[in-house]
């Protein structure tokens, strides 16, 4: 594992125990977050592909909608 230090003034020190498991933590709490948003943009991006599809289907395009003002 990589040291980590902090300063403060002058000082600077090696991160305590407690230091290193709450950046574990935070790193963790980062990628989660990160995980969800990612999941997030892929549902829109299905049901988007999923709706032209369907438009397609009925032999429009979103130019057509455009035009229709939707």
Known sequence: MEKLFKQIGDE???FTVEEYA???KDDA???DAQAKQDIEIAKVASAKAAAEAKLTKLGLTLD????LGL
């Open 12 to 14: 600077v020190s090696e």
């Open 22 to 24: 709450q950046r574990e």
């Open 29 to 31: 709490e980062r990628a």
């Open 64 to 67: 057509d909608l455009k035009a």
